[in-house]
C-alpha cells in the first residue's frame, strides 16, 4: 500500500477553471502538507494542517483552500486557475511534532499540474 | 526565519569517484536536519536525518551526512556513485513550530547531480 497517495498524477486544464488534487495517507500520523515545486524545484510549503488546526503559508493566493474530510485526508481545491499556477504539487504527512519540531515528511509522488 | 543554503546547483561526478554534496543552514538552534532524494518525476525520498547524538548519520543507499554545528552544515557524502545516483537533493531543516506561519520543513533549493560514465 502507498503510505502517501496523491491524484491525479498529472492534470491539464484552461485559465479560469476550478481544480482540485486528492490526498490521502495510511500513515496514522497527525499532520499533513501541501507543498508546491515550481520549474526550478524549489519547494516552498503552502499549507499544513494538524487536528483541524489550519496554517497557511502569507504568501499563498486565497484562491487556494485546503479541505480536510478527516485526519487521513487533506485535499487542495484551486479557484480561478492562473498560469503561474502552473507547478508540481506535493502531499506530504509527517508525526505528531517532538518537542514542537516538525519531524520526518513522508511525501505523496506529486501532482503535475499544467494550465493553457 | 530559518533558511538552508545548497550552495552548488548542479555537480557532475564521475561513477565510482566520491560526491560531497553541501548544506548550510540558517536557524538559533540546532534544528531537525535531513537529506532527501527527488529522482525524475518521483516524489522526495528520505536519504538521512538527524535529531541529536551521533554527529555523522548513516543512510540509505550508503549515504552519509556529517552534521557540523560551529560550521552550520550537514554535508551529504558517498564514497563511490552509482549512475543510479543521478537525481535531485534536497537538504531541509525542521525546526519549532512558532505557533505563526506554516511550519513543515524548509528546504533548500536542492542539487541536481550527474553521473559521468
Known amino acids: 500500500d502507498t503510505a502517501v497517495s496523491q491524484t491525479p498524477k498529472y492534470l491539464v486544464t484552461q485559465m479560469g477553471n476550478d481544480k482540485s488534487i486528492k490526498c490521502e495517507q495510511n500513515l496514522g500520523h497527525d499532520t499533513m502538507y501541501w507543498y508546491k515545486q515550481d520549474s526550478k524545484k524549489f519547494l516552498k510549503i503552502m499549507f499544513s494542517?494538524?487536528?483541524?488546526?489550519?496554517?497557511i503559508n502569507e504568501t499563498v493566493p486565497n484562491r487556494f483552500s485546503p479541505k480536510s474530510p478527516d485526519k487521513a485526508h487533506l485535499n487542495l481545491h484551486i479557484n480561478s486557475l492562473e498560469l503561474g499556477d502552473s507547478a508540481v504539487y506535493f502531499c506530504?504527512?509527517?508525526?505528531?511534532?517532538?518537542?514542537?519540531?516538525?519531524?520526518?515528511?513522508?511525501f505523496g509522488e506529486g501532482s503535475r499540474l499544467t494550465v493553457l | 526565519a530559518q533558511s538552508v543554503t545548497q550552495p552548488d546547483i548542479h555537480i557532475t561526478v564521475s561513477e565510482g569517484a566520491s560526491l560531497e554534496l553541501r548544506c548550510n543552514y540558517s536557524y538559533g538552534a540546532t534544528p531537525y536536519l535531513f537529506w532527501y532524494v527527488q529522482s525524475p518525476g518521483q516524489g522526495l525520498q528520505l536519504l538521512l536525518k538527524?535529531?541529536?547524538?551521533?554527529?555523522l548519520v548513516q543512510g540509505i543507499k550508503g549515504f552519509e551526512a556529517e552534521f557540523k554545528r560551529s560550521q552550520s552544515s550537514f554535508n551529504l557524502r558517498k564514497p563511490s556513485v552509482h549512475w543510479s545516483d543521478a537525481a535531485e537533493y534536497f537538504c531541509a531543516v525542521g525546526v519549532k513550530y512558532s505557533g505563526g506561519g506554516a511550519d513543515g520543513l524548509t528546504f533548500g533549493k536542492g542539487t541536481h547531480l550527474i553521473i559521468q560514465p
Open positions: 538527524y535529531f541529536s547524538g551521533d554527529t
Open positions: 494542517y494538524n487536528n483541524k488546526e489550519l496554517i
Open positions: 506530504a504527512s509527517s508525526q505528531e511534532r517532538r518537542g514542537g519540531i516538525t519531524g520526518e515528511l513522508f
